[in-house]
């Protein structure tokens, strides 16, 4: 998570596409997301979900015109995912992205983009902020951002819900990394527990990177709290809660989907039992359409195992390419009709029906809240 140069990952990803390089109808697609770093290995299988959605297109011959797709590592750092929004805006034969991974690089590169007329989905960025600027005076371009995930004031709002009326708890600690995901994510906990009828014991920002947390573990020790909120990210989240349970701190943890991946286990170890967290959706297996993604999936990536995002980033492929059947290659000037057909895309895939709102929101708001047991997420509501 720290600031690094960006690696410009620019790999054609799928090689059965490299025969179509020189013909001009071919359209690009590009994915940015990490490929290194902390969240390497969720920003790889979402780069692996849009290849699929991509293969199975060119296989069944639902496009008349051929697909490549471009891969750019933004590392989860804002400035890195600047400087890739910089080289996919400037090839015009790109017609869409799909990324990026986390708000903060969401947020810094949809303007770019927007001045580029370039279509963007995000496949997991959470924070209201990055669809709700595009209606404000002064956004550069059109209304270009899309995204098929839920937003944090649905998944903040939940989860205080269900900590106030299900677990029956009265004061919570409150921690952020003050990113714009984190913070957000937290300040809607925070927001709506107190609208609930649930008091403050305290509110603390911690550093990316950051490794000791002996000092804010000290006072949350001395505010005796009935539960503890996270904003952030797993790899600090998994050392609080290691550093806690070692100091006997046994209050109720909580997060939200950034802290609900299977790394998270690796940092922590047993201290994450027990702790719950929310993620948008309902898990893969739950989904009605998951049936043929998932064989596809393990067909095309034997031994991998699927990441808790790469169905969003396969759906968001598959909505791109249901607007391009309607546009056809668009380049250019002309990849705002792409955005047009966006606009009115309804989409029935893994997720669910996907249609977008007037800031480009998904229309599905389903969250589940999960409880960490035996290394699983374990739903439970």
Same mark, same amino acid.
Not at 19 to 38: E, F, K, N, Q, Y
Not at 143 to 171: H, I, P, S, Y
Not at 364 to 374: E, M, N, P
């Given at each position: 998570? =720290?600031?690094?140069?960006?690696? *410009?990952a620019?790999?054609l990803?799928?090689?059965?596409?490299?025969a179509?390089?020189?013909?001009?109808?071919? %359209?690009?697609?590009?994915?940015?997301? *990490?490929?290194?770093?902390?969240?390497?290995t969720?920003?790889?299988?979402?780069?692996r979900? %849009? @290849?699929?959605?991509?293969?199975?297109?060119?296989?069944?011959?639902?496009?008349?015109f051929?697909?490549?797709?471009?891969?750019?590592?933004?590392?989860?750092?804002?400035?890195?995912?600047?400087?890739?929004a910089?080289?996919?805006?400037?090839? *015009?034969?790109?017609?869409a992205v799909?990324?990026?991974?986390?708000?903060?690089?969401?947020?810094?590169?949809?303007?770019?983009?927007?001045?580029?007329?370039?279509?963007?989905?995000?496949?997991?960025a959470?924070? &209201?902020?990055?669809?709700?600027?595009?209606?404000?005076?002064?956004? &550069?371009?059109?209304?270009?951002?899309?995204?098929?995930?839920?937003?944090d004031?649905?998944? +903040?709002?939940?989860?205080?819900?269900?900590a106030?009326?299900?677990?029956?708890?009265k004061?919570?600690?409150?921690?952020?990394?003050?990113?714009?995901? +984190?913070?957000?994510?937290?300040?809607?906990?925070?927001? =709506?527990?107190?609208?609930?009828?649930?008091?403050?014991?305290?509110?603390?920002?911690?550093e990316?990177?950051?490794r000791?947390?002996k000092?804010?573990?000290?006072r949350?020790?001395? @505010?005796?709290?009935?539960?503890?909120?996270f904003g952030?990210?797993?790899?600090?989240?998994?050392?609080?809660?290691?550093?806690?349970?070692?100091?006997?701190?046994?209050?109720?943890?909580?997060?939200?989907?950034?802290?609900?991946?299977?790394?998270?286990?690796?940092?922590?170890?047993?201290?994450?039992?027990?702790?719950?967290?929310?993620?948008?959706?309902?898990?893969?297996?739950?989904? &009605?359409?998951?049936?043929?993604?998932?064989?596809?999936?393990?067909?095309?990536?034997?031994?991998?195992?699927i990441?808790?995002?790469?169905?969003?980033?396969?759906d968001?492929?598959?909505?791109?390419? @249901?607007?391009?059947?309607?546009? +056809?290659?668009v380049?250019?000037?002309?990849r705002?009709?792409?955005? @047009?057909?966006?606009?009115?895309? =309804?989409?029935?895939?893994?997720?669910?029906?996907?249609?977008?709102?007037?800031?480009?929101?998904?229309?599905?708001?389903?969250?589940?809240?999960?409880?960490?047991k035996?290394?699983?997420? %374990?739903?439970?509501?």
């Amino acid at each position: 998570m =720290r600031t690094r140069a960006l690696l *410009p990952a620019l790999a054609l990803l799928c090689g059965a596409f490299c025969a179509c390089l020189g013909r001009s109808d071919t %359209v690009r697609i590009a994915v940015a997301v *990490p490929l290194t770093g902390d969240l390497s290995t969720e920003g790889q299988g979402i780069q692996r979900a %849009v @290849e699929l959605a991509v293969a199975q297109a060119q296989a069944e011959k639902g496009l008349a015109f051929p697909v490549e797709v471009l891969a750019f590592d933004d590392r989860a750092v804002p400035e890195s995912a600047v400087k890739a929004a910089n080289l996919i805006s400037a090839d *015009p034969r790109i017609a869409a992205v799909i990324g990026h991974f986390t708000s903060g690089c969401s947020i810094a590169a949809a303007p770019v983009y927007a001045a580029a007329g370039l279509a963007m989905i995000s496949p997991i960025a959470t924070n &209201p902020k990055l669809t709700r600027r595009q209606l404000e005076p002064g956004w &550069p371009g059109p209304r270009n951002v899309f995204r098929v995930t839920v937003t944090d004031d649905v998944q +903040g709002n939940l989860a205080a819900e269900f900590a106030v009326r299900r677990l029956r708890l009265k004061r919570f600690f409150v921690v952020h990394d003050g990113t714009p995901y +984190g913070q957000g994510l937290a300040e809607e906990f925070r927001a =709506r527990f107190k609208r609930l009828g649930g008091r403050e014991a305290g509110l603390e920002a911690i550093e990316i990177g950051e490794r000791d947390f002996k000092l804010l573990l000290a006072r949350i020790l001395e @505010e005796k709290p009935d539960g503890v909120y996270f904003g952030g990210v797993y790899p600090e989240y998994g050392l609080l809660l290691k550093q806690a349970r070692k100091l006997g701190l046994k209050t109720v943890f909580f997060s939200g989907d950034g802290c609900m991946i299977d790394a998270l286990f690796d940092v922590a170890g047993d201290a994450a039992e027990g702790s719950y967290f929310t993620m948008p959706g309902r898990p893969l297996e739950q989904l &009605p359409g998951s049936e043929r993604f998932i064989q596809s999936y393990r067909e095309s990536y034997p031994g991998v195992e699927i990441g808790q995002y790469d169905h969003f980033g396969y759906d968001a492929a598959n909505i791109v390419l @249901e607007a391009l059947r309607q546009t +056809g290659p668009v380049s250019g000037a002309g990849r705002t009709q792409l955005i @047009e057909a966006l606009r009115g895309i =309804r989409h029935k895939g893994v997720l669910g029906v996907t249609t977008f709102d007037r800031k480009g929101d998904t229309t599905l708001k389903t969250v589940t809240i999960t409880r960490a047991k035996g290394r699983q997420f %374990v739903p439970v509501r």
